[in-house]
């Protein structure tokens, strides 16, 4: 069974603070992963996924396979981060992908 | 960018009825989408996978009978709620992706059963 972990319901920074939020993951194969941002009213949105290893808004995350986590990154908070983040992972076998979504951590940027 | 469409936005209907979520993929082919549920607070879990012109593959627990899932074209899904209850309120989410792509969320629909 595929499962994701995002330990913290919230998290609050300072503006200009660096921001790190956990994402960990169990799965036997070669999982997909991404991360998915929902602002405030708001649907979801991709923010990144680990193949492109792209910085989205200033975000990076790297995938640890020895350590299981894909954890999201910014060196400076702004308050427009203030959302909703979900880390996923994505499998596929024969055909069938199954997304398991984490409980979401909600980032608060303190002005 | 890629844009997916849900509809309605909100539904309130009596208990019993049958409700028709729609989801379409506008700009581009979703040979897979997705069904999920957001209870208040909670993360999405998904309810189903479909492929276009297959049957969808439901997870543990989800009854077929109750949620029946439609994959009929390469940018259309439904979600058909049947004779709904009270608890099968809920947020209901649908995703689209093209082949090697990310998903493409819907807004939600918003289910209240009187």
């Known amino acids: 069974a595929q499962r994701v972990t995002q330990p913290e319901k919230l998290l609050s920074v300072f503006k200009g603070a660096p921001v790190e939020l956990k994402c960990n993951y169990s799965?036997?194969?070669?999982?997909?992963l991404f991360w998915y941002v929902q602002y405030s009213r708001q649907r979801l949105q991709l923010l990144l996924r680990?193949?492109s290893r792209e910085s989205i808004k200033g975000f990076t995350a790297d995938l640890n396979k020895g350590e299981t986590s894909f954890h999201l990154k910014k060196p400076f908070a702004q308050e427009e981060d203030s959302a909703m983040y979900y880390c996923?992972?994505?499998?596929?076998?024969?055909?069938?992908?199954?997304?398991?979504f984490g409980t979401g951590t909600k980032l608060q940027v303190i002005p | 960018g890629a844009v997916v469409s849900q509809h309605p936005s909100r539904v309130i209907c009596k208990s019993g009825t049958s409700v028709k979520i729609e989801c379409r993929s506008l700009?581009?082919?979703?040979?897979?989408m997705f069904w999920y549920r957001q209870f208040p607070k909670q993360s999405l879990m998904l309810m189903a996978t479909?492929?276009?012109?297959?049957?969808?593959?439901?997870e543990q627990g989800v009854e077929k009978d109750k949620f029946l899932i439609n994959h009929a074209s390469l940018t259309l899904s439904t979600l058909t709620v049947t004779s709904a209850h009270p608890e099968d309120s809920s947020f209901y989410i649908c995703?689209?992706?093209?082949?090697?792509?990310?998903?493409?969320f819907g807004d939600g629909t918003r289910l209240s059963i009187l």
């Open positions: 799965y036997s194969g070669s999982p997909e």
């Open positions: 700009d581009f082919q979703a040979t897979t």
């Open positions: 996923a992972l994505t499998s596929d076998s024969g055909g069938y992908q199954k997304v398991t």
């Open positions: 995703s689209a992706r093209a082949p090697n792509q990310p998903q493409h």
């Open positions: 680990h193949i």
């Open positions: 479909s492929n276009e012109g297959s049957k969808a593959t439901y």
